[in-house]
């Protein structure tokens, strides 16, 4: 075998092995014995190890030295193991280990204290989980800003610098709308309990009509949902309360789209960096496409409205109310049951108070009332527990920092596809009001989901649209939309 031949094969077991470690996680949300978290944190180091040194093992060094790419697509494999490379050789293996051991027994105290409204409960864990972070940002950086560093694992290319001056041109007319529409007559919301049963059915029709494979998937119950896995065994999880269907339903739709992302990427591309999403900026961009422009659309809820008064019976309004009450705007405390005009403000939130704890600007013990304070400031609305602010989100108990910006990024991105799948289909109105967005979905499967890894995040969408993306027209789409439903 010549070096590039060596460097794909090698990458065929680390990815498969990845792949087993993401399943380890899927099973620590949905499945796992609570008791057994301290020994799904050890198994978690073990495969890490293995990972660690896989990934900077001496020989994909010199392989890459020598490595010369056959064509585009050999390219595009030797640019992702040589950033990855470079990316893990700066962190030693022991950093790595203890991160993976640490932030998986930080998943369940995360979720015990979000249970209890216990932040002292958290605090420690949360505290160590930080210090490793900046110790892990601070091998990537080399002297460089820290936060684009971590940054950098989630969106390639792109620097906090340039999403926070995107933030700042986006802030001004999120936060007129909102004024506009909360100061307008509020559409009726939906009342009533809706039970379990019906909700999972009518979840998985939902996964269906949007092109969800259960062949290589399954759904299930987690406290905060999420998409898991690439290639044949993709799997997605959702939540339900009876008495707030759309929690079940949309989450459904959302991780439905990034699931159907890692489904339809090209089958020649497995078992290489390739095989996945390239970015989470571009994977975000999938599962608001699906949940929010199509999803939340007035003609595909005029089918939900059906579908739910089938199952559910008579539901109190009609189908135009129904849309409504789907995209009913109020200053909610909960990111993920956020409506489109105040989410990309939880996220900018979010994106500021990460900065300053990685930055060390922060600490730990005042992140709660910096926390209330900044929501009270942005929101208008005083946080009323824990569970409903600091402790709500999964994503730093993980270790996730740098990862809250790429929801927003998704958005942005959405916007710009959805300008350019309305350009080039006709009739998708008519489609989506039959319960067929896959006429939708098929477009981005052949425009974006198929390539994979093979282009630069942003190139990715650049290429599926026609034209460079910024955050233009999801302003326009969100001013629209609202102003129509509000009259303002």
């Given at each position: 075998?010549?070096?590039?031949?060596?460097?794909?094969?090698?990458?065929?077991?680390?990815?498969?092995?990845?792949?087993?470690?993401?399943?380890?996680?899927?099973?620590?949300?949905?499945?796992?014995?609570?008791?057994?978290?301290?020994?799904r944190?050890e198994?978690m180091?073990?495969?890490?190890?293995v990972?660690h040194?896989?990934?900077?093992?001496?020989?994909?060094?010199?392989?890459?030295e020598?490595?010369?790419a056959?064509?585009a697509r050999?390219?595009?494999?030797?640019?992702?193991?040589?950033?990855n490379?470079?990316?893990?050789?700066?962190?030693?293996a022991?950093?790595?280990?203890?991160l993976a051991?640490?932030?998986?027994?930080?998943q369940?105290?995360?979720?015990?204290?979000?249970?209890?409204?216990?932040?002292?409960?958290?605090?420690?864990?949360?505290?160590?989980?930080?210090?490793?972070?900046?110790?892990e940002?601070?091998a990537l950086?080399?002297?460089?800003?820290?936060?684009?560093?971590?940054?950098n694992?989630?969106?390639?290319?792109?620097?906090g610098?340039?999403?926070?001056?995107m933030f700042?041109?986006?802030?001004?007319?999120?936060?007129?709308?909102?004024?506009?529409?909360?100061?307008a007559?509020?559409?009726?919301?939906?009342?009533?309990?809706?039970?379990?049963?019906?909700?999972l059915r009518l979840?998985?029709?939902?996964?269906e009509?949007?092109?969800?494979?259960?062949?290589?998937?399954?759904?299930?119950?987690?406290?905060h949902?999420?998409?898991?896995g690439?290639?044949?065994?993709?799997?997605?999880?959702?939540r339900?309360?009876?008495?707030?269907?759309?929690?079940?339903?949309?989450?459904?739709?959302h991780?439905?789209?990034h699931?159907c992302?890692?489904?339809?990427?090209?089958?020649?591309y497995?078992?290489s960096p390739?095989?996945e999403?390239?970015?989470?900026?571009?994977?975000?961009?999938?599962?608001?496409?699906?949940?929010?422009?199509?999803?939340?659309s007035r003609?595909?809820?005029?089918w939900?409205?059906?579908?739910?008064?089938?199952?559910f019976?008579?539901?109190?309004m009609?189908a135009?109310?129904?849309?409504?009450?789907?995209?009913?705007?109020?200053?909610?405390?909960?990111r993920?049951?956020?409506?489109?005009?105040?989410?990309?403000l939880?996220?900018?939130m979010?994106?500021?108070?990460?900065?300053?704890?990685?930055?060390?600007?922060?600490?730990p013990?005042?992140?709660?009332?910096?926390?209330?304070?900044r929501?009270?400031?942005?929101?208008g609305?005083?946080?009323?527990?824990?569970?409903h602010?600091?402790?709500?989100?999964?994503?730093w108990?993980?270790?996730?920092f740098?990862?809250?910006?790429?929801?927003?990024?998704?958005?942005?991105?959405?916007?710009?596809?959805?300008?350019?799948?309305?350009?080039?289909?006709?009739?998708?109105?008519?489609?989506?009001a039959?319960?067929?967005?896959?006429v939708?979905?098929?477009?981005?499967?052949?425009?974006?989901q198929?390539?994979?890894?093979?282009?630069?995040?942003?190139?990715t969408i650049?290429?599926?649209c026609?034209?460079?993306?910024d955050?233009?027209?999801?302003?326009?789409?969100?001013e629209?939309?609202?102003g129509?439903?509000?009259?303002?």
């Open positions: 075998m010549n070096a590039f031949e060596k460097i794909v094969a090698h990458e065929r077991t680390t990815w498969s092995l990845a792949q087993v470690m993401g399943r380890l996680g899927w099973d620590q949300e949905t499945m796992m014995p609570r008791g057994a978290a301290e020994q944190g198994e180091a073990a495969l890490e190890e990972l040194a896989r990934r900077t093992h001496p020989n994909l060094g010199e392989w890459l020598a490595a010369e056959p064509d050999g390219a595009a494999i030797l640019r992702h193991v040589r950033r490379y470079q990316r893990n050789t700066r962190v030693p022991a950093l790595a280990s203890e051991r640490v932030t998986s027994v930080a369940g105290t995360w979720a015990e204290a979000r249970a209890r409204d216990d932040v002292a409960h958290f605090l420690p864990t949360l505290t160590r989980v930080i210090a490793l972070k900046r110790e940002a601070a950086a080399q002297n460089g800003d820290l936060y684009d560093a971590l940054l694992d989630y969106e390639p290319g792109i620097s610098e340039e999403i926070g001056a700042a041109r986006m802030r001004p007319r999120l936060v007129a709308l909102r004024e506009k529409v909360l100061a007559p509020a559409p009726a919301a939906l009342k009533g309990e809706y039970g379990r049963e019906g909700q979840s998985r029709t939902l996964a009509v949007f092109g969800y494979d259960f062949a290589k998937g399954r759904i299930d119950l987690a406290v949902p999420f998409s898991s690439s290639g044949a065994d993709v799997r997605i999880t959702t339900v309360a009876e008495v707030d269907p759309f929690n079940c339903f949309y989450s459904t739709i991780e439905v789209g699931a992302y890692e489904q339809n990427i090209d089958e020649g497995r078992f390739l095989g999403g390239v970015s989470m900026g571009v994977h975000e961009s999938q599962s608001r496409i699906y949940e929010n422009q199509l999803g939340r003609a595909f809820t005029g939900l409205h059906g579908q739910m008064a089938h199952e019976g008579d539901l109190g009609d135009e109310g129904f849309y409504k009450a789907v995209n009913r705007v109020q200053p909610g405390l909960i993920t049951e956020a409506d489109e005009v105040h989410y990309n939880h996220i900018m979010r994106f500021d108070i990460e900065r300053a704890l990685i930055a060390g600007d922060l600490s013990a005042e992140l709660e009332a910096a926390w209330n304070d929501f009270a400031q942005d929101f609305v005083a946080v009323d527990r824990p569970s602010g600091m402790l709500q989100d999964v994503h108990s993980v270790g996730l740098g990862y809250f910006p790429t929801y927003t990024l998704g958005n942005v991105y959405a916007g710009c596809l959805m300008k350019a799948l309305r350009h080039e289909i006709v009739g998708i109105d008519t489609a989506l039959e319960g067929k967005p896959t939708a979905t098929a477009w981005l499967r052949e425009k974006l198929q390539h994979g890894g093979l282009h630069e995040p942003r190139e650049a290429q599926a026609g034209f460079e993306p955050e233009g027209p999801l302003l326009d789409y969100l629209a939309k609202f129509d439903i509000y009259g303002v």
